[in-house]
């Protein structure tokens, strides 16, 4: 199985069935499949929504699409090594398009934050992804009111390159990032 190990961490790519089984089954079953101690995220609503969307309409879909690159289009479970529990979610948009980039997401349980571990789990990522020498740059969009994460992208070299407003379905003010090979 593939990972990425860092200080604190371990990152797991989901390939197309440990997606399907939590699509079906819950986190649960996901946490049973591999074999992590349960924890139960108490994410917000947004982030919730985010996330259960991107599972059904994003990540099962791509997964099955693209089966020997589907690190690139699915959710890492990011693993707390010491305790053996997922504490949250990072991932890609995708393999690097034709401009060199893709857009790097990423959500931690309220309980773990301010911890450093989504500082963490971004550099990780982002070091595996600089492996791919087609990937030029990596995107990213923070709420504005998100501080926390503003201050793990600036933490990891990410500038911010402009202010947009997006519809999930409502209005959010988002700032728009970049980081650079």
Known sequence: MISIQT????????????????????RNALELNLQLNPNVFQLEVFYENEMQHALEHY???MTKKFPF???????W???????????GGIGFSGMPDD???????????????GNGYAKEAVKGMIDWAFQDLDLQFIRA????????????????QFQQVGRKTI????????????RHR
């Open 7 to 26: 200080e604190r961490l371990t990152l797991i790519p989901l390939d197309h069935s440990l997606l399907e089984c939590w699509f079906k089954f819950g």
């Open 59 to 61: 990540w099962i879909p």
């Open 69 to 75: 690159d589907f690190m690139w289009y699915t959710n």
């Open 77 to 87: 479970e990011i693993i707390l090594t010491n305790k053996s529990c997922s504490i």
């Open 99 to 113: 401009q060199g980039s893709t857009e790097i997401g990423y959500a931690i349980d309220p309980k773990y934050r």
């Open 141 to 156: 969009e923070t709420p504005c009111e998100n501080l926390g994460s503003q201050s793990v992208l600036l933490a990891n």
């Open 167 to 178: 519809y999930c379905p409502e209005a959010l003010d988002v700032f728009t990032w970049e």
